[in-house]
C-alpha cells in the first residue's frame, strides 16, 4: 500500500461522504493531507484525537474524517474544545476553523483560549473570506477589496492572525500556505507536540469567492501569489522593515513554555485536597 493509500483508508470516512462539496481548486484538500501525514507520524491512534471544527467551508472536514468528530456551531468549536480538554485532558484535542470562524464570531474564545493557555492545537484556514456563504468579508480581508458585502471597497483593517494569538498568550504561533506543503506538514506536526494553547494559521486560496475579485482567476494563480508574497522566517530574520514590507511570514513565529490551564488546575486541586485533609 502506498503512504496515499494509507492514509485515504486509514483517515477518510470513504464510505457515503464524497464528493466532497469544496469547490474544485479548494485548498481545504491540500491542507486536509498534510494535516492526515502529520497526524499519521504523530504516533496518536484514531481514538486518542477529538476533532471539533465550527460552520464554514473548512469546518466540513470533520465530516469526512474518522476521528472522534464533532461539527459544532459557528464561532463555538473552541468551547467545545475546552469542555472536552476539561472534562477528557488524556486525549489529544484538535480544532480546524475558518477565518471567519475563529476570529470574527469565534473571535472572543479565541483570545481568551490563547489566555488561558489551555491544550488545544487551533489550526485555522484563513482563505480570507466568507467562503461557504458566497464571499463576503472576514476579519482577514484585506483593506479596500471588493466582496459581496463590500461592493465599493472594504473599509477595515486586517487583523494579522499569528500577531492576534502570540498577543494574547499562545505558546507556540505558525503559519504555512498549501503552496507549501512541505512546511505545512513540519508546522503541524509541532504543534501537535507543543503543550499550552498552539496555532497554525494555513494561507488557503479560495478561487471561486476571494480569486474572482482580485483579479487571480486561477487556484495556480492564487498559489504563485502565495509563492511570490511570503518569506520563511528564518530569512525574514535578518532583513529590515523596509525589506519585509508586503511580505507575509511563514514557519514557527512564536515557540514559548508557560504553564497551561490543565496544570495550573491540577496544582489547585492539590491543594484544596491538603487543606480539606488538614480540616
Ligand atoms: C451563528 C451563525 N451565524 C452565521 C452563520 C452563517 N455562516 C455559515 S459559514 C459562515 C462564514 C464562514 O466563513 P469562514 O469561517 O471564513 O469559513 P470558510 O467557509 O471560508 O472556510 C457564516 C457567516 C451561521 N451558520 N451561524
Ligand atoms: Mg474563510
Known sequence: MTERQHIIYNYLRT???????????CGI??????????????????????????IG?????????????LHTTHGRALTFATGIKLVKPELKVIVIMGDGDAVAIGGNHFIHAARRNI?????????????????????????????????FGNLENPFDICQLAEGAGSVFVARATTYHVGLMEKVISKALKKKGFSVVEIISQ????????VGLN????????????????????GLSEEELQGKIRIGVLVDREAPTYQERLEKLRESLKEKAGAL
Open 119 to 151: 491544550e488545544i492545537t487551533a489550526i485555522v484556514i484563513n482563505n480570507g473570506i466568507y467562503g461557504m456563504t458566497g464571499g463576503q468579508l472576514s476579519p482577514t480581508t484585506p483593506l479596500e477589496m471588493k466582496t459581496a458585502t463590500s461592493p
Open 57 to 69: 467551508c473548512s469546518g466540513r472536514i470533520t465530516t469526512y474524517v474518522d476521528f472522534n468528530t
Open 15 to 25: 464510505t457515503k461522504k464524497f464528493p466532497s462539496l469544496w469547490c474544485p481548486g
Open 206 to 213: 479560495c478561487p471561486v469567492q476571494y480569486g474572482r475579485r
Open 218 to 237: 486561477s487556484a495556480v494563480e492564487m498559489m504563485e501569489w502565495q509563492r511570490d508574497h511570503t518569506i520563511t522566517e528564518e530569512r525574514a530574520r
Open 29 to 54: 484538500g491540500i491542507f486536509l493531507g498534510a494535516f492526515l501525514r502529520a497526524i499519521d507520524k504523530s504516533g496518536y491512534t484514531k481514538d486518542q484525537i477529538v476533532l471539533i471544527s465550527g
